[in-house]
Structures are given as structure tokens and as C-alpha cells.
């Protein structure tokens, strides 16, 4: 697979972050939530189709491609604007089902056999 690669984003957080208001807007539990508990997207990377959503693991499984796809999810909630191209899981090694369970689900899988 090769991208033409205009823009590459790592470490994104997406989604909602609890808060801890019972201790006070500000409060030390609420930064230290805000930093740890967000998702975040490994890498996203703008192309000229529009931005790929890639997911790193060291041995992928099927719960690697769940993980992806709420996170795109997630990311295209908070953009509706952006443009989508691709999703992606790149491991070292990924088992039998997390291959079978991407492609049905359309999500590309690349296994770098390190």
C-alpha cells in the first residue's frame, strides 16, 4: 500500500472525557482525566482521498479492529466535515480472525512479519 501522504497526525484524542464535578471544576482528578482517559488514534494521515485512520499493534487481534473502527467513529463524530478515505491496522503479526474480521469489515490489515 502506498499513500501520498499531504498531513500525518499521531496520538489524537477523540471522543468524551468523564469528569469528576463532585470535586470541583479544575480540580486536580479532573486534569489528570482529561490527560490519561482519552482515546487516542495512534496516527492519522491526510491524503488526497481524504484522511486514513491507522491503528499500531504489536500482535493485532480482532479486538484491535473494534478499537479502530470506534475510534473512526469518534473521529469523524467530532469532524462530520472530514473527509474519509481509509482505515488501517498495522502489527507485527495479527491473528487469523482479526485478518478475517477486517476484511469483512472493509478495514485494511498489514502485517509487517517482524
Known amino acids: 500500500m502506498t499513500l501520498n501522504i499531504l ?5 489524537i484524542p477523540v471522543g468524551s472525557v468523564p469528569s469528576a464535578p463532585e ?4 480540580s486536580r482528578v479532573d486534569r489528570m482525566l482529561q ?3 482519552p482515546r487516542r488514534i495512534d496516527v492519522a494521515v491526510l491524503t488526497p482521498n481524504g484522511w486514513v485512520i ?9 479486538s484491535a479492529v473494534g ?7 469518534l473521529w469523524f463524530r467530532d469532524c462530520p466535515t472530514c473527509p474519509f ?13 482479526a485478518r478475517e474480521l ?12 517482524l
Open 85 to 97: 478515505a481509509d482505515s488501517l491496522i498495522v502489527t507485527d503479526v495479527g491473528d487469523v480472525e
Open 7 to 11: 498531513e500525518i497526525h499521531t496520538d
Open 23 to 26: 470535586l470541583g471544576s479544575g
Open 67 to 73: 478499537q479502530l473502527l470506534g475510534y473512526v467513529y
Open 54 to 62: 491507522i491503528e499500531a499493534k504489536p500482535r493485532a487481534n480482532s
Open 102 to 113: 477486517a476484511a469483512v469489515l472493509g478495514v485494511g490489515f498489514v502485517e509487517l512479519g
Open 35 to 37: 490527560r490519561l482517559y
